[in-house]
């Protein structure tokens, strides 16, 4: 069974930083590019960042390019999410993903259940 | 970026409905669309992919077609678990993009 925990958001305030986690397990993590994904309260879905399999291709959303770097181990079977120069419009529960092939531009076939972020001073 | 425009933004319907939603790509996409479910709660669940290909688990009463920037989702008769809200999203390029989503009301 796939599963995918994120851990690591919280209360911050503007400016501050966070480092998002997510432990994968049930699917062989270094085969399967990975997304972060993010919903604001109250808004739709917001894809933020992908990594394909073997770190080779990174995107990322206009909204955070230059703010967040997104990584992988995949020794330990992780996903990362560093978030800096944190705004209140970063506000979200942020998903993990795991993508349904190795490179960045394909769909999310599991969802994490996601770690929320709260900016605020 | 592809921008991504759902159309309507919300509907009401009655369980036995055969409702459909609408996305469009700002520029072509080919068949990189994808459909996805989101109930309060819950995770989003991907419904379709490549357009009109079910995912594995997803029952047939959904189904996706189209191709270039116009691009439908039907559920082909509603039942009382599909009332949630419906993305669709473009995996044509980076960076990938949802649209503003469509729910699904009773």
């Known amino acids: 069974e796939v599963q995918l925990v994120e851990s690591g958001g919280g209360l911050v305030q503007p400016g501050r930083s966070l480092r998002l986690s997510c432990v994968a397990s049930?699917?062989?993590?270094?085969?399967?590019?990975m997304h972060w994904v993010r919903q604001a309260p109250g808004k739709g879905l917001e894809w933020v960042s992908g990594i394909s399999w073997n770190s080779g291709s990174i995107a990322y959303a206009d909204s955070v390019k230059g703010r967040f770097t997104i990584s992988r181990d995949n020794a330990k079977k992780s996903l990362y999410l560093q978030v800096n120069s944190l705004r209140g419009e970063d506000t979200a529960l942020y998903h993990c993903?795991?993508?349904?092939?190795?490179?960045?531009?394909?769909?999310?076939?599991?969802w994490g259940q996601g770690t929320l972020v709260t900016v605020s001073s | 970026d592809i921008q991504m425009t759902q159309s309507p933004s919300s509907l009401s319907a009655s369980v036995g409905d055969r409702v459909t939603i609408t996305c469009r790509a700002s520029r072509t996409i080919s068949t990189y669309l994808n459909w996805y479910q989101h109930k309060p709660g819950k995770v989003p669940n991907l419904l379709i992919y490549a357009a009109s290909s079910l995912q594995s688990g997803v029952p047939s009463r959904f189904s996706g077609s189209g191709s270039g920037t116009d691009f439908t989702l039907s559920i082909s008769s509603l039942q009382p678990e599909d009332f949630a809200t419906y993305y669709c999203q473009q995996s044509y390029s980076n960076p990938l993009t949802f649209g503003g989503g469509t729910k699904v009301e009773i």
């Open positions: 993903a795991k993508s349904s092939v190795g490179y960045t531009s394909s769909p999310a076939e599991y």
């Open positions: 049930g699917f062989t993590f270094e085969d399967y590019a």
